[in-house]
């Protein structure tokens, strides 16, 4: 386990060796002493927090759950920085799930998550509590890792699957770190931009606007935190000027680009989640352009 350092604070972090067997997630091991109050910043994924430790991280000012126990969140969590997290003896897995696959391994749809944060004991029952004693047992982290992806694994499918064409946009999107032309998703899909809108929606849990935008900030942010000059981040991030780079950073987070790049949420993420470049998006067959058969209209 390699430790990070935020403050007088030592993280133990983690990651696998091997990629996860379900297309779209990604998982980080975390071991805290003392977790000081930290700004939750948003991430464009569906993160599961598998708490196993003796204590329990405390969430203030998330909707929906504030204490204890293994929980998800959806896409977009913390805007504003209206959310923090404090804790003492923390030990977790965390898993992002891309919301192309989050409801299929979750079982509900990331809209029906409505920014809030949900206990994974509602969603999975006795299944999370199982899962929890036996990362709490397990000899090392890569057994845990193991074990959380043989769950997932055995989850795939529990949910219905996105439409190709809502996962073909959002990996359109997420390839192009939230620069694609959005407007132009649904003539490519061959759909109309009320359809793609409204799958989009209901089934990723925000629309493709709201996605881009939220993207484009993850890349800049973490880039910020590497070191670059607001300037050139907002230049090559695709935003219109340093000024607009600065509106959107204190919309997502509450804090200029300067506090940000020293946000330990983002920091630590090169030694958590290394390579964690954007996706290729999949070739779109001939087939799905045209659409399923039977599903025509908005």
């Known amino acids: 386990m390699r430790t990070f350092m935020h403050g007088p604070a030592a993280w133990g972090v983690e990651s696998p060796r091997r990629p996860s067997r379900v ?35 405390v969430l203030d000012g998330a909707p929906g759950h504030g204490r204890g126990g293994s929980i998800v969140a959806g896409p977009g969590l913390g805007a504003a920085g209206a959310v923090r997290v ?15 696959v989050a409801g299929a391994v979750l079982g509900v749809s990331p809209a029906e998550l409505d920014g809030a944060v949900v206990p994974l004991d509602d969603l999975w029952g006795a299944e999370a509590s199982r899962i929890r004693e036996r990362l709490g047992e397990a000899a090392s982290w890569q057994e845990r890792f193991a074990l959380t992806d043989e769950l997932l694994a055995r989850r795939d499918g529990a949910g219905p699957p996105v439409d190709p064409e809502v996962a073909w946009a959002w990996h359109r999107i997420a390839a192009g770190r939230g620069r694609a032309r959005v407007d132009g998703l649904a003539a490519e899909v061959g759909w109309s931009r009320k359809r793609l809108w409204s799958r989009f929606r209901s089934q ?11 993207v484009r900030f993850d890349h800049a942010a973490h880039r910020l ?7 050139q981040v907002a ?19 509450g804090a200029t680009p300067a506090t940000v790049a020293g946000e330990a949420f983002l920091a630590v993420d090169d030694l958590a989640w290394p390579g964690h470049a954007a996706p290729r998006p999949p070739a779109l067959t001939r087939a799905a352009r045209r659409g399923p058969p039977g599903r025509a209209g908005p």
């Open 23 to 57: 297309a779209g997630v990604t998982m980080a091991g975390f071991r805290v002493r003392d977790l000081d109050t930290l700004r939750m910043v948003p991430h464009p994924a569906v993160t599961v927090v598998l708490n196993f430790g003796d204590g329990s991280p």
């Open 86 to 100: 404090r804790g003492e003896n923390v030990a977790c897995v965390q898993v992002r799930l891309s919301p192309v």
């Open 204 to 214: 990723l849990g925000l629309p493709p606007k709201q996605a881009a935008k939220l």
């Open 225 to 231: 935190v590497a070191g670059e000059s607001p300037a």
């Open 235 to 253: 230049a090559d991030a695709g935003y219109v000027d340093q000024s607009h780079l600065h509106r959107d950073v204190l919309a997502y987070t």
